[in-house]
């Protein structure tokens, strides 16, 4: 992949923390590159921001992923969502 590419991700995990943070992790079906994206819950609630199934990005923005047993958790849930929604199906 070239950093001008974009790439497709899926989401494979949610999570919220103890400051009001959505943190939402989308990764690439073979589980190697992912992207963090951290966000208000207060300020998604306001704008009506939706989760989606999946995202594009910009593949200089993406980060490895180096951890085996998580690139292969990764990969599994990414197939998983990319086999049962379509990318801007919300979840």
């Known amino acids: 992949m070239s950093d001008d590419d974009t790439a497709q991700l899926w ?12 943190v939402l992790i989308y990764a690439t079906t073979d589980g190697e590159y992912e992207l963090r994206k951290e966000l208000a819950a207060a ?3 306001q704008r009506r921001m ?14 490895s992923v180096s951890d085996d047993a998580l690139r292969e958790r990764y990969a599994a849930e990414a197939t998983k969502m990319s086999e049962t929604h379509d990318p801007e199906d919300e979840v």
């Open 43 to 45: 300020v998604m609630h």
């Open 11 to 22: 989401l494979v995990e949610r999570s919220y923390d103890d400051r009001d943070l959505i």
């Open 50 to 63: 939706a989760t989606t199934a999946a995202i594009e990005a910009p593949v200089a923005n993406l980060e």
